[in-house]
Every structure is written in structure tokens, then in C-alpha cells.
């Protein structure tokens, strides 16, 4: 009997603290927003609003520090009805997240008002979306990626691909119906590897034309249709620097917002010693070379600004670390120095 009372006990204790547990109530409640649109507008009285314009975010310089400003619904009305055309657009917000205290974030893109009239009103710029992510607080990073991927979407897939005809979101954002045909869309995310190769030693780092002058990092590329995560990782590798992977190890994933909505999905991947010449895709890189711990320690220190040598060529830099391909070359490094 007393172990019955105590395994009953244990479940209910477990079933209260879920059900006072902030982040589970919290996640409910989103939920509830996406499902149902009188809840949600309800909500958007509430609730603050990140502004972007044409996928830029709104930025806010306070002495050496970027803040991203969270404005009431109330600012939003009085930015707004300076612009008679965009008396409803709160409407085409979209839900990004909540506090704990459950008050809604949302996303509003006004790209068809004027910038320079919005930026002088609130004392502020849009700002490309790769230079913001690098500048503002490490919490507010993450939100800005998503919330542009969001928007992109919407604005990307204005029409239904099976009858052409108009699809209308819901009120959150969460998805788009097309109702002439009743096909729900929902926003995806394109799964990429990114692989930090090395062969026990070394590491492999490469660079793509397009790349800043000075910066590698790690392998990366789509999964294919049918393809697993190990399989994809192995065809990259094979692929891109001529070199046959022997085993691989997971180590984390990260929404990344470039060019679309994707989930990179981080890997270390062990090549042979003895079967470690490059040989490099020249069409799909510019340079893949193998770096020595010290070399990757330094060029960890180092920043983009200053990696220009007086002869005009680049010392190596890499990626900063709200990237994911910097937690991979981090983790190396302490694998190696210990």
C-alpha cells in the first residue's frame, strides 16, 4: 500500500509541477494565440512589436550599444496613423514569442512607408540583418532571425501552388489557408550540415568567394531529398574537399535566417590521417586548407577589422560566435588543448 500512496504521489507531484512550471504555460499559451485569431487580437493590445523594413530590423544606437526597442501597441497606433494607409497593418503582424509574464512579441514589416520618416520619428535605423545580428545582445539575436525568416515566408508565398489563387494567414502568422482549394501552408525550415572536419590533429576550414576577405569556417551544405544527416555530411565532404569521412559526432543545431529559413545542423567529422590530402571543388570554394591548433587559437582572438595585413593580404579569422560554426571550432579547440 505505501508503495502505491508513494508512486501516486510522485505522479501528481510531477503533474503539478508541469502544470505550474512557467516555461510549459508559457508554451501553452502561444499555442492558444496561433489557434485562435479573437485571442490573438486580443493579445496585439498587449503585446510589443519588433518593426523591420524590407526584412531589416530597427535598431537603436545608446552610446557604443545597438538595442532593439519592443514598442507598445499604443506607439504602434500613433506611428501608424500618421500613415492613413497603414491604419490596419497590426493586422499583418506576425507572433514571435512571449515573455514570461505572457506578453506577446510580435513582428510588423513596413516596408511600403517611408524609412527615413520612420527612422527620424523613432530615433533610429534599419539595419541589414547580418550586421545587426553581430551587434546586438546575444538574447535578442535569435528572435530578430526568426522573426525575419517569418516574415519572408509570408511574403514569399502570397498565393496558393496548387490553384494560384490568393492564401490568407491567420492572425498570429502561424500559417496561410487557401480557401479556395482548403490547403493549409505551414513555414518550413531547410535542413543544412555544417561539419567541422579534422583528422585527429588538424582541422579543416574553408572560404567561398562571396566570404569577407580573411574569414573561414566549417563545411556546410543542404540535405538532399532522402537523404539522413550522416549521409549528407559524408557527400559534402566527399564532394567539396575530396576526403572520406570515417565517423561523426553530433554536437548542436542553430535556426539560421541565410538566405532562407534553415536549421544548420552541427557535426564533427573525423577523416583518416593517412587520407587527408585536399582536393578541393574550385567551383564551390576559393580556398580549403587544414589549421594547427595554434593557428586556430589565434585567429579566434582575432577580429575581421583588424586580420589586414601592411602587404594587403588577410590573416585568418573566424566566424563570430553567434554562429554555430564557432561553437564547433571552440569545442575543437578545448577537445585539443586538454
Not at 277 to 284: P, Y
Not at 323 to 334: F, G, R, S, T
Request: charged content about 20%; hydrophobic content about 35%.
Amino acid at each position: 500500500m505505501a508503495v502505491v500512496y508513494q508512486a501516486l504521489h510522485r505522479r501528481v507531484s510531477s503533474l503539478v509541477c508541469r502544470l505550474h512550471s512557467t516555461y510549459v504555460r508559457k508554451m501553452r499559451y502561444l499555442n492558444q494565440l496561433k489557434e485562435d485569431d479573437s485571442l490573438c487580437r486580443q493579445a496585439q493590445a498587449s503585446g510589443t512589436f519588433y518593426l523591420f523594413h524590407h526584412l531589416s530590423p530597427f535598431l537603436q544606437k545608446v552610446g557604443k550599444k545597438y538595442l532593439v526597442p519592443q514598442l507598445s501597441a499604443a506607439e504602434m497606433k500613433r506611428i501608424l496613423e500618421k500613415f492613413p494607409e497603414a491604419e490596419q497593418w497590426l493586422e499583418e503582424s506576425v507572433l514571435i514569442g512571449c515573455s514570461d509574464e505572457h506578453r506577446p512579441h510580435f513582428a510588423l514589416d513596413l516596408g511600403a512607408l517611408d524609412k527615413s520618416a520612420i527612422e527620424s520619428e523613432l530615433q533610429g535605423s534599419f539595419t541589414d540583418l547580418r550586421k545587426a545580428l553581430f551587434v546586438v545582445d546575444g538574447k535578442d539575436s535569435p528572435l530578430l532571425a526568426s522573426a525575419q525568416s517569418l516574415l519572408r515566408w509570408h511574403d514569399s508565398h502570397p498565393y496558393c501552388s496548387k490553384t494560384g489563387q490568393p492564401t490568407q494567414k491567420n492572425l498570429a502568422g502561424s500559417k496561410r489557408v487557401c480557401h479556395a482549394s482548403g490547403v493549409t501552408y505551414y513555414p518550413q525550415m531547410s535542413p543544412v550540415v555544417i561539419a567541422l572536419v579534422s583528422d585527429g590533429s588538424r582541422c579543416l576550414l574553408a572560404r567561398q568567394p562571396s566570404f569577407p576577405q580573411g574569414m573561414y569556417t566549417a563545411l556546410s551544405g543542404f540535405c538532399d531529398m532522402g537523404e539522413n544527416v550522416e549521409e549528407t555530411v559524408r557527400r559534402e565532404v566527399a564532394e567539396e574537399v575530396g576526403l572520406e569521412v570515417e565517423s561523426l559526432r553530433y554536437s548542436a543545431s542553430q535556426h539560421w535566417p541565410f538566405p532562407s529559413s534553415s536549421l544548420m545542423i552541427a557535426c564533427h567529422a573525423l577523416v583518416g590521417a593517412q587520407r587527408a590530402e585536399i582536393s578541393m571543388d574550385s567551383l564551390e570554394l576559393e580556398e580549403a586548407r587544414w589549421f594547427g591548433l595554434e593557428e586556430i587559437v589565434e585567429g579566434l582572438k582575432r577580429e575581421p577589422g583588424s586580420s589586414k595585413q601592411d602587404d594587403g593580404s588577410f590573416l585568418p579569422w573566424f566566424p563570430p560566435k553567434q554562429a554555430i560554426a564557432h561553437q564547433l571550432i571552440c569545442e575543437w579547440v578545448q577537445q585539443h588543448s586538454a
